[in-house]
C-alpha cells in the first residue's frame, strides 16, 4: 500500500507538522482496515477502485461522521494517491470521480471582548509561578493570534525583547513576525528572570509543555468566563482575529499574522464581524 513510504514522505519532504502527520496516520490507516475488513484488499493498492473509495465514504456518513471530517479524509486521500501517482507506483487516481460531501459554513467561535478582559485582569490566578505561567500563556494567546503548535515551540532566541516582536516557525516551516507591545515585552521579561528559562519560553518541570497540558488550562480558565462551546487555545487564536478586525485591522495584516497561506482562510472571520454590525443595526435602528 506505500503507506510508510508516504508518511514518510511527507515528514522528512514535505516536513508537515507532527499533528499534521498524526492525523494523516490515523486517516490512512483507518482507511486501510476498512480495505481488510471489508474487501480483503491487504496490500494490493491496484484493486483499490473508485467505487470502493466511495463506500468507504458512505460507511464513514452512515456512521454519523460529520461532513467536515470527511473531508478531512477525503484531503488526506488525494494527497496520498498524488503521490503514488507521481511515484510511478499507480497510472490511474481513482479519487478524480470523488466528490466531497457539502459541509454548512461555521463561523469560528471566539470569546467576547468583555469576558476576555475580565479573565486576564479580573480572574485570580494562582499565586505561584504556575499560575503566572498559566495567566501569560493565555494573555499570549490573545495577543499573538498564534498556534497552540507554535507556543509550545517559541524559545527564548526567538524574541526580540528589544524591538517588541517575536519569530514564529508555522505551518510548512513558514516563519512570521508578530509584534507586541511594551507592556508584553515586561511581563516576558519578568517571567524569564524569575524562572531562570534559558530555552524553551513556556515549560512544565523544566521540559517544554506538550499540547494537552496547554489545552486544560486554557479550558480551565475560560470555563470562568465564557459559556461558548469550544474552549480550547485555537478560539483564543480567532478572538485575537475577530476582535482585531472589528477594532479596524487590515485584514491583509491579520492574513499575515495569523500566518495565513492565503487570504481565504482570513476571510471567514469577515462574517463575525458582519454579525456585529447587524446586532448594532438591529439594536440602534428605530426601523429595525
Not at 95 to 101: A, Q, T, Y
Request: hydrophobic residues 35%; glycine residues 2%.
Amino acid at each position: 500500500m506505500y503507506i510508510d513510504v508516504f508518511l514518510n514522505f511527507i515528514k522528512t519532504e514535505k516536513r508537515l507538522s507532527s499533528h499534521t502527520i498524526k492525523s494523516y496516520t490515523s486517516d490512512l490507516n483507518q482507511f486501510s482496515e476498512f480495505l481488510s475488513d471489508e474487501y480483503n484488499i491487504n496490500s494490493n493498492i491496484h484493486q483499490v477502485n473508485f467505487q470502493i473509495i466511495r463506500s468507504w465514504i458512505v460507511f464513514l456518513l452512515e456512521n454519523n461522521l460529520n461532513p467536515r471530517s470527511v473531508n478531512r479524509k477525503i484531503s488526506v486521500l488525494k494527497s496520498y494517491y498524488k503521490f503514488l501517482i507521481q511515484e510511478g507506483h499507480l497510472s490511474y487516481n481513482p479519487m478524480m470521480k470523488i466528490v466531497s460531501p457539502k459541509t454548512s459554513k461555521r463561523l469560528p467561535c471566539f470569546v467576547d471582548k468583555d469576558d476576555i478582559q475580565n479573565l486576564l485582569d479580573k480572574v485570580k490566578f494562582e499565586n505561584n509561578c504556575i499560575g503566572r505561567r498559566d495567566r501569560l500563556i493565555i494573555e499570549f494567546f490573545y495577543v499573538t493570534g498564534i498556534r497552540l503548535s507554535e507556543l509550545i515551540n517559541v524559545k527564548i532566541s526567538d524574541i526580540d525583547f528589544n524591538n517588541n516582536y517575536i519569530k514564529v516557525l508555522g505551518k510548512r516551516n513558514k516563519e512570521r513576525l508578530i509584534p507586541f507591545t511594551n507592556t508584553i515585552t515586561n511581563k516576558l521579561k519578568s517571567y524569564v528572570n524569575e524562572n531562570n528559562i534559558t530555552e524553551y519560553l513556556f515549560t512544565n518541570k523544566g521540559k517544554k509543555m506538550y499540547p494537552k497540558l496547554v489545552y486544560r488550562l486554557v479550558k480551565k480558565h475560560l470555563n470562568l468566563v465564557s459559556s461558548i462551546d469550544n474552549k480550547g487555545p485555537h478560539v483564543l487564536r480567532h478572538t485575537f482575529a475577530t476582535h482585531m478586525l472589528n477594532n479596524g485591522a487590515d485584514i491583509n495584516a491579520i492574513k499575515e499574522l495569523l500566518g495565513h497561506s492565503n487570504l481565504n482562510a482570513t476571510q471567514v472571520y469577515t462574517h463575525n464581524s458582519i454579525e456585529k454590525l447587524k446586532s448594532v443595526y438591529n439594536q440602534a435602528h428605530p426601523r429595525a
